[in-house]
């Protein structure tokens, strides 16, 4: 979606940590043309890291993916498919609580759920791991007054997750399938407001596809990471409908690199892609909380090694 936009700017985000954003959108999206500065214009490099690494991996932003036989795990580093299963099931768990997932030895959102973040944004009063009404939450039970990671929510709220497994079933030609975890209301109760923001489902010729809209998106990390979350979502309920997986779009509202992630995505650019893996669903499931983690398998993944890459907070 930035393609012939070759010249960045520097900018911070809101902590001010230093990444680069498209040159002629600014953070709340409106137009520049400010001259570039020496910095500025280095981070043209950044920009073509960003592009060709994604390109070369088949999976550009705002580009694409057909399912085919393949499932869309890059493969020019590691991924972390533990991490990617095991916090989607915890999204569709509904839960809110960090502790769940890094018992599982998946640290992922341990940093927001810490005392000492928590207690910079003013959550004193919240136990370690309670992370607000975030992306589960919001899932299964909009619009519910939120109180603790421990509270009972049944019934509580619209289960957007379930309204959309339904409707596939019942009305597939609906254009209103959409999961969204984007509520205002409790934007500030949250330890970290929603990246990966809006998806909608799309079902034709027995085939179920999904477009995912995703207003901030760290390439180095996050963004290799939130492809292989909803594919594998898509996977999931495509299961349970009795469809097929289609296809995958991705939208990036604000696509960016830490300038600490440059050198690491250097690296991963020298690397040749290989094949894709296969990902196969073991058992037979009936219904989207009967999920666990035993029933993934995923074949013939064998990724160039593990490249570290700081996660920003």
């Known amino acids: 979606m930035w393609a012939g936009q070759l010249r960045r700017e520097e900018r911070t985000d ?3 940590r ?8 600014s953070r709340a999206g409106s137009r520049t043309s400010l ?7 280095n981070a043209r490099v950044r920009l073509e890291v960003l592009f060709r690494l994604f390109l070369k991996d088949r999976m550009a932003p705002g580009k694409k993916c057909l ?3 393949e499932f869309p795990l890059l493969t020019t580093k590691r991924v972390f498919w533990k991490g990617v299963l095991e916090e989607l099931l915890w ?7 960090a502790n769940e997932l890094s018992c599982k030895g998946v640290k992922i959102w341990d940093a927001n759920g810490s005392r000492d973040f928590l207690d910079s944004l003013g959550f004193s009063a919240r136990e370690e791991g309670d992370l607000g009404p975030v992306y589960g939450f919001q899932w299964r039970h909009f619009g519910a007054e939120y109180k603790d990671m421990d509270s009972d929510y049944s019934g509580q709220g619209v289960d957007q997750l379930q309204k959309v497994i339904n409707t596939i079933k019942t009305n597939p030609d609906d254009r209103r399938i959409i999961l969204c975890a984007w509520n205002p209301k409790d934007l500030p109760l949250m330890a970290l407001p929603p990246c990966h ?3 909608q489902f799309y079902v034709v010729n027995g085939e179920l596809s999904c477009q995912l809209y995703q207003r901030s998106g760290d390439m180095g990390l996050g963004v290799p990471f939130n492809i292989a979350s909803y594919a594998l979502l898509t996977y999931m309920i495509a299961h349970i409908t009795g469809l097929k997986p289609g296809d995958f779009v991705h939208t990036l509202g604000d696509a960016h690199i830490y300038l600490n992630h440059v050198d690491p995505l250097k690296t991963q650019l020298q690397r040749e892609p290989r094949p894709f893996p296969k990902l196969k ?4 499931v009936e219904t989207i909380d009967d999920f666990k983690a035993e029933d993934f398998q995923l074949e013939g993944y064998h990724p160039h090694p593990t490249i570290r890459m700081e996660m920003a907070v």
């Open 18 to 25: 230093e990444l680069v954003v498209p040159d002629g959108f």
């Open 14 to 16: 809101r902590r001010g």
């Open 197 to 199: 923001a809006l998806c």
């Open 35 to 41: 001259p570039l500065k020496p910095r500025q214009r």
């Open 91 to 97: 999204f569709i768990k509904g839960s809110t609580n």
């Open 67 to 69: 399912f085919l036989d």
């Open 281 to 284: 669903i073991l058992r037979k």
